[in-house]
Nanobody
Framework: QVQLVESGGGLVQAGVSLRLSCAASGRTFRNYVMGWFRQAPGKEREFVAAINWSYSGGRRYYADSVKGRFTISRDNAKNTVYLQMNSLKPEDTAVYYC??????????????????WGQGTQVTVSS
């Protein structure tokens, strides 16, 4: 079993940066692909970023809408995955969720594939 707890959300103005954290506990963290998703009101949950378990830093995947602005990283020693969000836009407003252990790494963008989820943290970007 894996427990995920997100933190770092808040209300910010457009153009600033924010870093989300996801602390994991339970089974061996480094074996899991970790992902970030977001869900805006009235919309489906969408993929944001994911990272695999490689000790060398991992393969990273990004949604086109955040590529170049967001960076996913992980610290296996701290059992934590991060999402650095730069140049935030109002359309980034959503509840951000951390997820772990998709069925296969190739399913990194499919929320249905993930086994474990955090409770979410709200990010609101004002214009």
């Amino acid at each position: 079993q894996v427990q995920l707890v997100e933190s770092g959300g808040g209300l910010v103005q457009a153009g600033v940066s924010l870093r989300l954290s996801c602390a994991a506990s339970g089974r061996t963290f480094r074996n899991y692909v970790m992902g970030w998703f977001r869900q805006a009101p009235g919309k489906e949950r969408e993929f944001v970023a994911a990272i695999n378990w490689s000790y060398s830093g991992g393969r990273r995947y990004y949604a086109d809408s955040v590529k170049g602005r967001f960076t996913i990283s992980r610290d296996n020693a701290k059992n934590t995955v991060y999402l650095q969000m730069n140049s935030l836009k109002p359309e980034d407003t959503a509840v951000y969720y951390c997820a772990a252990d998709p069925t296969r790494e190739t399913d990194y963008a499919d929320p249905i594939a993930y086994r474990y989820w955090g409770q979410g943290t709200q990010v609101t970007v004002s214009s």
